[in-house]
């Protein structure tokens, strides 16, 4: 209850519960009772209108929200189709651009790792396929220190 109202809750005489509330039954009997009435009528047709209002503005709501998951799908889609095709056509070019550098001197069991660690970090793979020999040396020597 303290979540739903916090500290707004009556104390002393004000705190009454359902069983204190003293209901007069003579006063019932005081009020007219107009069961029927036109703008009851009205006001049944304007609450009933109103609820297919929000729902149909709902609905509205709902396909525009479907409609920007169905778009981002779509791109994600995409982006993971350029990932494949870079993998699935860089892959055998940069393996023997690596393993050429056995030729540098480095040993094929390192260059077995590079491989597998330029395959699973693409970035890094792109930038080690646009550099010369020289660069690709000096990138390796490093990546082996450190």
């Known amino acids: 209850m303290a979540l739903v109202v916090g500290k707004d809750i009556a104390t002393g005489s004000f705190a009454r519960t359902f069983t204190d509330i003293d209901l007069d039954d003579g006063n019932q009997d005081s009020v007219p009772l107009d069961c029927y009435n036109e703008e009851d009528e009205e006001v049944r047709t304007n609450v009933s209108s109103s609820g297919t209002s929000k729902r149909k503005r709902k609905n509205v709501q709902e396909s525009v929200v479907d409609e920007q998951v169905k778009f981002m799908g779509e791109q994600l889609g995409k982006i993971a189709n350029a990932l494949e095709q870079f993998t699935a ?58």
Do not use: R
């Open 89 to 146: 056509d860089k892959t055998p070019q940069l393996y023997e651009q690596v393993m050429s550098m056995e030729e540098e001197g480095f040993h094929d069991d390192f260059l077995c790792s590079m491989f597998d660690y330029l395959v699973s970090h693409e970035s890094e793979a792109k930038a080690f396929l646009v550099k010369n020999k020289k660069h690709k040396k000096i990138w390796l020597q490093k990546f082996s220190q450190g």
